[in-house]
């Protein structure tokens, strides 16, 4: 299991959820919304509950249960373990799930890091 991995009880039923930069990427493309905008939207509570979905079935190993397992398991569950997962991603580590203060304050430090990058640069 990589660090970023975590586990989340569905139908009482465990998954293990990798967040690896290819399941993250096809996320963005299958949602059309980057990584980055997304936390934003999970902190703020105003994710769907169909980018639920597609987060976890992206990041799922395991085929995922139909999408009715994210109601029956009780959604505080999976957005907890979702919040849980993308503060890992954003290099957090703790207890509580994401909350907008502290998700508005990774994102501003990895704002800050790569608006530095030479790879922003034009040429």
Same mark, same amino acid.
């Given at each position: ?24 990427? *096809?996320?963005?493309?299958? &949602? ?7 936390? /934003?939207? &999970? ?8 980018? &639920? ?18 109601? /029956?398991?009780? &959604? ?17 580590? *703790?207890?509580?799930?994401?909350? /907008? /203060? ?22």
């Amino acid at each position: 299991m990589t660090t970023n991995s975590c586990q989340i009880i569905l139908d009482g039923n465990s998954y293990t959820l990798h967040p690896t930069f290819a399941a993250l990427s *096809g996320i963005e493309q299958t &949602l059309g919304i980057g990584f980055v905008a997304l936390a /934003r939207k &999970l902190a703020e509570g105003d994710i769907t509950l169909e980018e &639920l979905a597609a987060i976890i079935s992206g990041c799922m190993a395991e085929t995922p249960p139909d999408k009715d397992a994210l109601v /029956r398991g009780g &959604l505080a569950n999976v957005i907890e373990t979702v919040s849980d997962m993308f503060a890992a991603v954003f290099g957090e580590s *703790g207890e509580a799930p994401i909350t /907008r /203060r502290n998700l508005e304050e990774m994102m501003d430090r990895f704002s800050d890091v790569t608006a530095s990058a030479d790879y922003r640069k034009a040429p």
